[in-house]
T-cell receptor
Framework: NAGVTQTPKFRILKIGQSMTLQCTQDMNHNYMYWYRQDPGMGLKLIYYSVGAGITDKGEVPNGYNVSRSTTEDFPLRLELAAPSQTSVYFCASSYSTESNQPQHFGDGTRLSIL | GENVEQHPSTLSVQEGDSAVIKCTYSDSASNYFPWYKQELGKRPQLIID?????GEKKDQRIAVTLNKTAKHFSLHITETQPEDSAVYFC?????????????FGRGTQLTVWP
């Protein structure tokens, strides 16, 4: 199993541009999550999904959108990039027939908005 | 929502010494407490976790303790080695309707000097 795969690994955007961060997992996990990590701030939850067709907001959803059309894929969309969205983005997944199952992280996408 | 505080933010120890990182949480309904290790430029990786029905858990040189009454939990690393140098994150989750979403502390930069 590859686990959680994120693409791209690095990206530089201009203010106002849009892009999609890709995330796919091959572990048949129902739950998927998007976090952003800013220096000294830990990880903040942006959006999460409990299965195909179901998504919900986390702590910091403004400026982002997600979709979950399949179990494997959970892309994160930035519509109008802003400097405040410069961060490292991590996708994670977990398998839960109940809650509190370990989350497995991808390698991250380092995004700079200039 | 949950608030997780983590201390210290930086910790330097000599190789072979012990290291202790402490976290407090605010939501008494939280019942799952994982610890993640993140090496520079890498993904967070789960190193140990504890559930609220257990007071202590050990895995070789790593142990976690939980005090539900005081709402704090700690990571203990014994016989530290240079490869233990990394950022460590604690997290808390209440599961249930929040579907296992994690609330992270801000992280502790551990440096182990040879």
């Amino acid at each position: 199993n590859a686990g959680v795969t994120q693409t791209p690994k690095f990206r530089i955007l201009k203010i106002g541009q849009s892009m999609t961060l890709q995330c796919t997992q091959d572990m048949n996990h129902n739950y998927m999550y998007w976090y952003r990590q800013d220096p000294g701030m830990g990880l903040k939850l942006i959006y999460y999904s409990v299965g195909a067709g179901i998504t919900d907001k986390g702590e910091v959803p403004n400026g982002y959108n997600v979709s979950r059309s399949t179990t494997e894929d959970f892309p994160l969309r930035l519509e109008l990039a802003a400097p405040s969205q410069t961060s490292v983005y991590f996708c994670a997944s977990s398998y839960s027939t109940e809650s509190n199952q370990p989350q497995h992280f991808g390698d991250g996408t380092r995004l700079s908005i200039l | 929502g949950e608030n997780v505080e983590q201390h210290p933010s930086t910790l330097s120890v000599q190789e072979g010494d012990s290291a202790v990182i402490k976290c407090t949480y605010s939501d008494s309904a939280s019942n799952y407490f994982p610890w993640y290790k993140q090496e520079l430029g890498k993904r967070p990786q789960l190193i140990i976790d504890i559930r609220s029905n257990v007071g202590e858990k050990k895995d070789q040189r790593i142990a976690v303790t939980l005090n539900k009454t005081a709402k704090h939990f700690s990571l203990h690393i014994t016989e530290t080695q240079p490869e233990d140098s990394a950022v460590y994150f604690c997290a808390a989750s209440r599961g249930g309707s929040t579907l296992g979403r994690l609330y992270f502390g801000r992280g502790t930069q551990l440096t182990v000097w040879p």
